[in-house]
């Protein structure tokens, strides 16, 4: 007779209390853009990693509701860009609350078509030009995985996110 397995209780957790948890994780900030037959867009996310290295792969996690979604799936390319800590209006202007700047417009910075065609930012701590390698949904949003056709970088600080602020990322000091 097999002794069944009892592992402890754990409660729902609620969306609230899982949001205000994560704010406190700091999350590199980066705008994802696409350009093809589905139209150019742009959306500001913090989920992002690598995938693998040979061959080169990451993954980006965007909210399905997001109209990029769709434009990235019909487009089937994308580009990850890895702002410095000098590019928060952009982060600003891709996230919908641009302020002085239109919401989702290109002209707050300067872009270049990437290999894939998706648009490139100038001046970014990195970009990932990709094409579509899979999807998948997972809760409230779509996970893209892009194989990199070419990836770009430079010496800029990263900008991240954490506690609902964007923050530069500067090295400890050693202690003597």
Avoid at 7 to 20: C, D, I, M, R, W
Avoid at 44 to 57: C, E, G, I
Avoid at 79 to 101: E, H, K, M, T, Y
Wanted: aromatic share 8%; charged share 15%; proline share 7%.
């Amino acid at each position: 007779m097999t002794a069944a397995l009892h592992l402890p209780f754990v409660p729902q957790e609620t969306p609230e209390s899982f949001v205000a948890a994560m704010a406190g994780a700091a999350a590199q900030v980066s705008v994802v853009t696409t350009d093809g037959p589905a139209g150019r867009f742009g959306i500001t996310v913090s989920a992002f990693s690598s995938v693998s290295a040979d061959p080169p792969m990451i993954l980006v996690c965007i909210n399905r509701r997001s109209p990029a979604v769709a434009a990235i799936e019909e487009n089937g390319v994308f580009c990850v860009n890895l702002l410095g800590d000098d590019q928060s209006p952009i982060a600003n202007c891709f996230a919908g609350r641009a302020g002085d700047i239109a919401p989702y417009d290109f002209d707050c910075a300067k872009w270049n078509a990437g290999m894939t065609g998706a648009p490139v930012l100038s001046g970014a701590l990195a970009n990932f030009d990709c094409t579509i390698e899979a999807s998948h949904d997972a809760g409230s949003h779509r996970i893209f995985i892009g194989r990199v056709a070419l990836a770009l970088s430079s010496e800029a600080a990263p900008l991240a996110f954490s506690n609902r602020a964007y923050k530069g990322l500067r090295p400890l000091s050693a202690k003597g």
